[in-house]
């Protein structure tokens, strides 16, 4: 029986291999539309018109033409039922045993700034998710693609039932995947353009309705802990690039993220060392070397099984220090052939190298709830000195400032409640995620005192305003002369007057940087 394959692709990449291996190697007879068909033709591949295989022509500009039963009747068939085998031979119809369709670009075509309604409707493709969506019901019969990427899967299980069986099911999956979030994306557009004003929330990363599509990038081998199940979604690789070392864990991919936000805060060479999201040293110095002697001071026991983020090209004289102590993942814009070198005898040791620039989704976070998600916008808002407000009477030198805007910067990044003992460009002491902002400052000044790193005249940053006065007199007895947090608290002068006792300055930010 002859076999019959329909071709009908917006994206006409890989095609023409594709189809000279069905004619050439399979025997298919190809049905084709428009561009595609034209393609084939003058790639001396034969092609059928689907317009000369249903009797009827295109019409209405392209909008009608594989709508017809021969078509869909061809793809729905059930060959194990007499009946419908009856009815197909009845009315002509022949059964079509492949179909590769893309869609129309409707969400590239949206994305342009200069795009008209007119345009973006007609992007819509109808005929497209039809034949896809009729030939992936039918999959137990009929073949359907609809990414290039699967062309050469499709044809190394051709002549091998089992495996295109199994494959059937796979791409038909595929199928309804893409489709939804074709669908999702034509009811996002409209849905702002109904409006007589553009939906605000929605062009801001919340909208009314949300349908999150997102492929499967890879299993784990577990998550947070052995005896939980997990994989990764979305585009993550896209962001980052694993140049050597073990799968990633999910808490690695966690980490890596925590690092990646931390480290756009700096533009000098910075170190910054994690561990379980926080931050537990960072510096910035004139090298990466000075600036790894500093973050690795605070907390020597911090890189043991933990992240470290460098926002420079990491070189063989820093690679060479790192290289002796155990770490989990090292993630630099790039590494010289040096430093690879280097790391290369550390077989489980990852290195990530980071990509230019974030995607849009991750300007927001989204968490899962009982019964929902919450979603957010992520704490991305620069912080501007200039906004902020000295609020007590001793105004403070320009290395204070620097120490503060540092500090600021670090805190806004550790689990509240966070408290940051910070020195000019560098951390001092850490505490982070405890009950009371008093007890966060006791471990802060506990982890300095273990680094044998002294807090005289150090700042203290704060990620949330002091509810009393006691948090900011225990930093001033630990050695702090200038304290740095939002403000806010109905006892704010309290904690004003308990600074000016202690001659500290008090810097107000007006903004607080929970992460909870």
Not at 276 to 301: I, R
Request: hydrophobic share 45%; aromatic share 6%.
């Amino acid at each position: 029986m002859q076999k019959n394959a329909l071709l009908s692709v917006s994206d006409k990449s890989g095609l023409v291999p594709f189809a000279k291996a069905l004619v050439e190697q399979h025997g298919y007879r190809l049905l084709s539309t428009g561009g595609t068909a034209k393609l084939l033709e003058q790639e001396g591949i034969p092609v059928t018109e689907v317009s000369d295989y249903t009797g009827f022509p295109e019409m209405m500009e392209g909008r009608v033409k594989t709508l017809h039963p021969k078509i869909h009747g061809g793809l729905l068939a059930r060959r194990d039922k007499a009946d419908h085998m009856s009815a197909a031979a009845e009315h002509g119809i022949e059964m079509i045993d492949l179909v590769v369709v893309n869609l129309y670009p409707f969400e590239e075509t949206v994305a342009k700034p200069d795009v008209t309604f007119e345009l973006a409707i007609e992007n819509i493709d109808i005929g497209g998710p039809s034949m896809l969506r009729s030939a992936a019901k039918n999959h137990a019969s009929v073949s359907v693609v609809v990414d290039a990427a699967d062309y050469d899967r499709v044809l190394a299980a051709m002549g091998n039932e089992p495996a295109l069986t199994k494959l059937r099911r796979q791409l038909a999956l595929k199928v309804f995947q893409r489709t939804s979030a074709y669908d999702g994306a034509i009811a996002a557009y409209l849905a702002n353009e109904v409006n007589d004003e553009p939906d605000m929330g929605a062009i801001s990363g919340i909208p009314t309705e949300l349908d999150v599509q997102l492929p499967q990038t890879q299993v784990l081998r577990y998550g947070e802990n052995p005896h939980q199940q997990a994989a990764l979604y979305g585009s993550f690789f896209d962001c980052f690039e694993q140049l050597q070392g073990k799968e990633l864990s999910f808490n690695n991919i966690i980490d890596i993220t925590a690092a990646a936000y931390l480290i756009g805060e700096f533009q000098k060479p910075t170190v910054a060392i994690l561990k379980h999201t926080n931050p537990c040293g960072v510096a910035s110095a004139d090298t990466l070397v000075e600036a790894w002697e500093q973050a690795f001071e605070t907390d020597k026991q911090a890189p043991f099984g933990g992240i470290i983020v460098v926002n420079q090209t990491m070189d063989s004289d820093l690679a060479e220090i790192i290289a002796k102590i155990f770490c989990e993942v090292i993630i630099a814009p790039d590494f010289t052939p040096a430093a690879r070198e280097i790391f290369a005898k550390k077989k489980n040791l990852r290195l990530m190298t980071v990509k230019d620039s974030l995607p849009a989704d991750s300007l927001r976070e989204m968490r899962s709830v009982v019964g929902g998600v919450l979603i957010q916008d992520r704490d991305t808002m620069p912080d501007r000195p200039s906004d902020w407000k000295v609020v007590s009477k001793r105004q403070p030198t320009a290395e204070e400032m620097r120490a503060m805007i540092f500090g600021w910067n670090v805190v806004k990044h550790v689990k509240s409640n966070a408290i940051v003992y910070a020195g000019c460009e560098r951390t001092l002491g850490v505490g982070a995620g405890q009950m009371s902002r008093v007890d966060s400052s006791k471990i802060a000044v506990w982890k300095a005192g273990e680094a044998k790193l002294p807090l005289q005249g150090s700042v203290v940053a704060s990620d949330a305003f002091f509810p009393f006065a006691d948090g900011l007199i225990a930093a001033a007895e630990a050695g702090a002369v200038a304290a740095i947090q939002p403000g806010g608290s109905v006892r704010d002068d309290e904690v004003i007057a308990a600074a000016d006792e202690r001659n500290m300055v008090m810097v107000f930010t007006g903004k607080r940087h929970f992460k909870h």
